[in-house]
């Protein structure tokens, strides 16, 4: 018996020693599988990221490229044969890739061209093509060998030279006469400076008629490098697992620089009328005067602000203008604060336009970006989402710049987060939180007052976050209230700045169109959306950036929209369990904005009894986009909670953020070959 337990005994403690190591056995070989995973996954990382790299550098091959600005044609030269037509100028180290030189071909004979480029003397490039090759009066490209940097001080000197393949001799050298033999002529421009030798004529006050083709290889080498130290650090964040709130913000702050240096002055639209604005209020001027007969908004600023572009522009408070900006005049004056607070400090220390206009910028940009990266803390789920509206070029380019649009994106992001924080914590809501509330409403619905529905959203607190039924009402009706009467105030006041700038235009009378017959406006709307609804989406993305003429490649709208799309339909979970109701705020606030946005346009730019609805454009849309994305993800809560499943999604985590440096990177060199 004592045998049978000792080797029953045994048994069982061989079973359990042997269950033991089996476990420790199973857990190395799950720790070993999962560090192969994770070194497998950092691969693949590593490699799709020096894929979207060298995405970008391979982009970037030809957008560095420009040609010199068009001269205008003022006397034509025709060539002798074996004369020339030369030309010195001096290097200025500019780095370039060819010329092109406007011919005149002409009847009468044929022969060949050759043209030479020398150095102090030497000889550096050389062409050859024949006289039917030329097109008339248009430029003849001559690539160079190589790029070639055209030494500062270094005399370099251009000939052309005509050759008639019978060596008969050629015609007079004067523009205007038959041209017999070799038939080709040259082009020449006034300039006071210039000096030029036709077939041994010299003439002065005249150029070559030709085109530069240069590389900016610094600005090329900058961009790039640039990029790649962008890349990594944003690479080495997502591998070392830097907190996500941390990782947002530290990109969108080195995006927002990016385009606060790219974006040149006046590149937003209407940045001068805002920029005239903003100074006026920085000023103090809180409202604006009433200019020419029109009685459109203006007031009396330095004249030097008009010619903000030159850098050596300096305020003369002795020189003033009358300047017009009546539709800027018609934005309340707390919707230029950061820009004025910038412009006030600047003009402490400088008279300089340039920086002044820089300093307004500045202003802006920091409000702004301090409001989104709040924003990005306080947001309580979604962060993804509010941060892709935040990247949108569009948004980016608006942040930058003088607009009041920027600041009131931010402020409507910064609101929504923290209407959110306040709704998913477990303490009630204090006075000083109804009052930051309270002013931010304000704010928004000043800033512009079709977002006055924004407001709205106060209306997801539920009333255990008040001490009593009374408090709720009041401060869920009260600040919607306060901030529309406030709006009423202000529009009293601007109205008298809202003349009709477009042709066929008449607030008053589309007013009582609109209200006459309501239906046929709801098909207005529809048609409108129709037409525009796809254009609306792309522009607000950032297809069209500048005054909507700098024309963004495709790939980076379509890119962020599907990344848009994607995040909203992956963000599956709420920080509360949302209800019907809370959807149809979201669905109200977007839908009422929307037919609010659209209203305005109509009413004050649009012709009266116009079929569709004209100058709506994307970015207007772009404050209450989120609340779409919010209906969305309540509505994909609300259906999964009545089905009693949760569907998870694969989530593409860190190749979002790499894939978002790859778009902005094409949307920056598009911009940048755009002005180049």
């Not at 995973?37 to 020096?50: E, P, R, T, Y």
């Not at 459109?296 to 305020?315: C, S």
């Not at 920086?355 to 306080?378: D, H, N, P, T």
Request: overall charge neutral; hydrophobic content about 45%; aromatic content about 12%.
């Amino acid at each position: 018996m004592e045998n049978g337990k000792c080797e029953c005994w045994k048994g069982k403690g061989k079973m359990k020693i042997m269950e033991k190591l089996g476990t420790v056995e199973n857990r190395k070989w799950k720790g070993r599988f999962m560090e192969f995973q994770d070194k497998f996954g950092a691969m693949i990382f590593v490699l799709a990221s020096c894929v979207m790299l060298l995405f970008f550098y391979n982009y970037s091959k030809d957008i560095f490229i420009g040609i010199s600005g068009e001269k205008g044609p003022a006397r034509e030269v025709f060539l002798e044969d074996g004369a020339a037509v030369e030309q010195e100028f001096r290097g200025e180290g500019e780095t370039l890739m060819g010329i092109s030189i406007r011919f005149g071909v002409h009847t009468g004979g044929n022969g060949r061209v050759h043209v030479q480029l020398s150095e102090n003397g030497e000889p550096l490039e050389g062409w050859n093509c024949m006289a039917g090759e030329l097109e008339d009066g248009g430029y003849r490209g001559f690539p160079f060998h190589t790029v070639r940097e055209m030494k500062k001080d270094a005399v370099y000197k251009l000939s052309i030279t005509g050759e008639s393949e019978k060596g008969n001799g050629a015609s007079s050298s004067l523009a205007g006469e038959s041209g017999k033999g070799l038939g080709v002529s040259v082009w020449l421009t006034e300039e006071p400076n210039g000096s030029i030798f036709a077939n041994g004529e010299p003439l002065g006050g005249y150029a070559l008629c030709w085109q530069q083709t240069y590389m900016e290889v610094g600005l090329k080498n900058g961009v790039r490098l640039g990029a790649a130290i962008l890349f990594l650090a944003v690479g080495l964040a997502v591998l070392y697992k830097v907190d996500e709130k941390k990782l947002m913000s530290g990109i969108l702050a080195a995006l927002g620089a990016v385009y606060f240096w790219m974006c040149p002055l006046g590149m937003a639209p209407d940045e001068t009328n805002h920029f005239y604005r903003a100074y006026e209020v920085s000023c103090g001027g809180w409202a604006s005067q009433h200019m020419g007969e029109d009685g459109v908004g203006g007031n009396y600023l330095p004249a030097a602000l008009q010619d903000y572009h030159n850098p050596n522009a300096e305020i003369d408070t002795e020189d003033i203008a009358e300047l017009h900006y009546g539709n800027t005049a018609l934005y309340a004056p707390v919707s230029y604060l950061p820009q004025a607070v910038g412009i006030r400090i600047a003009r402490m220390f400088t008279g300089n336009v340039v920086k002044i206009f820089y300093a307004g910028r500045l202003g802006g940009f920091l409000a702004s970006m301090l409001l989104c990266l709040w924003a990005i803390y306080l947001m309580p789920f979604g962060k993804k989402i509010l941060f892709l509206v935040m990247a949108f070029p569009m948004s980016m380019q608006e942040m930058a710049s003088l607009a009041p649009d920027g600041f009131t994106i931010a402020l409507s992001m910064a609101f929504l987060a923290y209407i959110f924080r306040i709704r998913c914590r477990k303490e009630a809501i204090g006075k000083k939180e109804m009052v930051l509330v309270g002013l931010m409403g304000i704010v928004i619905a000043l800033c512009k007052i079709v977002y006055v529905v924004l407001l709205l959203l106060v209306f997801l607190l539920p009333r255990e976050k008040f001490t009593g039924k009374k408090q709720a009402m009041l401060f869920q009706f009260g600040i919607p209230g306060a901030a529309f009467a406030m709006n009423l105030i202000w529009l009293k006041i601007s109205a008298g700045y809202l003349i009709e700038f477009m042709p066929g235009v008449s607030s008053r009378e589309q007013v009582k169109y609109v209200l006459g017959d309501l239906p046929n406006y709801c098909v207005v709307v529809m048609k409108t959306l129709w037409m525009w609804g796809v254009d609306w989406v792309q522009c607000m993305v950032g297809r069209l950036l500048g005054a909507l003429n700098v024309e963004i490649s495709g790939i980076v709208w379509m890119g962020l929209l599907v990344m848009f799309v994607y995040e909203v339909c992956n963000c599956r979970q709420m920080a509360w369990k949302a209800g019907r109701k809370d959807w149809m705020v979201f669905i109200f606030i977007f839908l009422s904005g929307s037919a609010l946005i659209c209203t305005s346009i109509y009413v004050q730019w649009t012709a009266v009894a116009s079929d569709t609805i004209a100058g709506v454009q994307g970015r207007y849309f772009t404050p209450i986009l989120p609340c779409l994305a919010m209906a969305a993800v309540c509505g994909f809560h609300l259906r999964e909670q009545k089905q009693g499943e949760a569907k998870i999604y694969q989530v593409y985590g860190s190749y979002f953020y790499m894939l978002l440096l790859m778009l902005h990177g094409i949307t920056v060199l598009d911009v940048i070959h755009h002005y180049i």
